[in-house]
Nanobody, 122 residues
């Protein structure tokens, strides 16, 4: 089992920045592919970003490419999502997710956090 706890969400104006953090426990963090997913009101949950076990590879949804950056610190069992140039359409609950396969399919992630709300105002 893996427990994931997100933090860092909040209310920000359009154009602003936020950094989300997710601390993992319960399994060797460095063996896990980590991802961030989000779910906006009335929409399905969607892939945002992922990072490989040793940070060699990252991948982003087209909607956030160039604005968001995923990183991880294996010594702290923590993954981050730096979000810049935020837009109102980025408003969603953001979930940290962990798995063992390199996939953008959200259902390939076996473990999910509880989510943190990000609200971007005009």
């Amino acid at each position: 089992q893996v427990q994931l706890v997100e933090s860092g969400g909040g209310l920000v104006q359009a154009g602003g920045s936020l950094r989300l953090s997710c601390v993992a426990s319960g399994r060797t963090f460095s063996n896990l592919v980590m991802g961030w997913l989000r779910q906006a009101p009335g929409k399905e949950r969607e892939f945002v970003a992922r990072i490989s076990q040793r940070s060699f590879s990252t991948n982003y949804a087209d909607s956030v490419k160039g604005r968001f950056a995923i990183s991880r610190d294996n010594a702290l069992s923590t993954v981050y999502l730096q979000m810049n140039s935020l837009k109102p359409e980025d408003t969603a609950v953001y979930y940290c997710a962990a798995g063992t396969t390199w996939s953008t399919n959200i259902y390939e992630y076996a473990y999910w956090g509880q989510g943190t709300q990000v609200t971007v105002s005009l």
